[in-house]
């Protein structure tokens, strides 16, 4: 099925709807998988662990100026906690051959981490302050009791494509504010979100649509699917 999707910038997504959602692994620039390079016992895992770390950091930095600028968009608390744990932790070398390789690379290395970690706390914060970090505890009664609903009614989804709580969560929460409160959108890199987002859009009738980071355009450039079923644009 070809689903052709639309370029769009971040921009213009939160002009078109009324709820934007972003995931961790699009908030750290699609590198969550690559930032525990430093484990490797060599040098080069710490260069490429460095350079995970700059598009992490500039991808952190995109967003926070979105938000600096007035173009708001929401996680979910257990998002925010993800991105808080990416933000912040440090990878340590436990072995003797890690200590070596690390010499002369790891004081940068942490160094990194340590803006990393306060300009990820900044963003928290200034999302905090407009009051865009959200669960089901701001929820009104019936949202909870929708939530509640979609969460039981899904579940097979979340065992389906393996999502993991956070993941899940994330996708309820989209269908909740798009049936409650207005059109939504979802940003994720995550294939697992990706696909179990698509099948729910195409069996419910719903105002939930899926944009995904698309770098090759640019750092502010999203593709938009639309459609029912399960893409194979990956």
């Given at each position: 099925m070809d689903f052709s999707p639309t370029k769009t910038t971040f921009e213009e997504l939160i002009k078109r709807y009324d709820y934007t959602f972003v995931d961790a692994g699009a908030l750290n620039g699609d590198i969550s998988g690559d930032i525990?390079?430093?484990?490797?016992?060599?040098?080069?895992?710490?260069?490429?662990?460095?350079?995970?770390?700059?598009?992490?950091?500039?991808?952190?930095?995109?967003?926070?100026?979105?938000?600096?600028?007035?173009?708001?968009?929401?996680?979910?608390?257990?998002?925010?906690?993800?991105?808080?744990?990416?933000?912040?932790?440090?990878?340590?070398?436990?072995?003797?051959?890690?200590?070596?390789?690390?010499?002369?690379?790891?004081?940068?290395?942490?160094?990194?981490?340590?803006?990393?970690?306060?300009?990820t706390d900044r963003l928290i914060r200034e999302l905090e302050r407009r009051q865009t970090v959200v669960g089901p505890g701001s929820f009104t009664k019936p949202e909870v009791e929708l939530y509640k609903t979609l969460y039981s009614q899904c579940g097979y989804l979340r065992d389906k494509h393996n999502l993991s709580?956070?993941?899940?969560?994330?996708?309820?929460?989209?269908?909740?504010?798009?049936?409650?409160?207005?059109?939504?959108?979802?940003?994720?890199?995550?294939?697992?979100?990706?696909?179990?987002?698509?099948?729910?859009?195409?069996?419910?009738?719903?105002?939930?649509s899926l944009f995904c980071p698309y770098r090759r355009w640019g750092p502010n450039f999203f593709k938009n699917f639309v459609g029912d079923g399960k893409s194979n644009a990956f």
């Open positions: 525990h390079l430093a484990k490797q016992h060599s040098a080069d895992g710490v260069r490429n662990s460095q350079r995970a770390l700059e598009i992490h950091k500039e991808s952190i930095a995109f967003f926070l100026d979105m938000v600096d600028r007035g173009y708001n968009f929401y996680l979910t608390e257990r998002v925010k906690g993800e991105i808080r744990v990416a933000g912040g932790e440090i990878v340590l070398e436990s072995t003797k051959r890690g200590q070596r390789n690390l010499r002369g690379f790891g004081g940068e290395y942490y160094g990194k981490r340590r803006r990393l970690s306060r300009l709580y956070t993941d899940f969560d994330l996708l309820i929460m989209g269908a909740v504010f798009s049936d409650q409160r207005g059109s939504t959108a979802v940003v994720s890199n995550d294939r697992g979100i990706f696909d179990a987002t698509m099948e729910y859009i195409g069996t419910t009738q719903t105002d939930l």
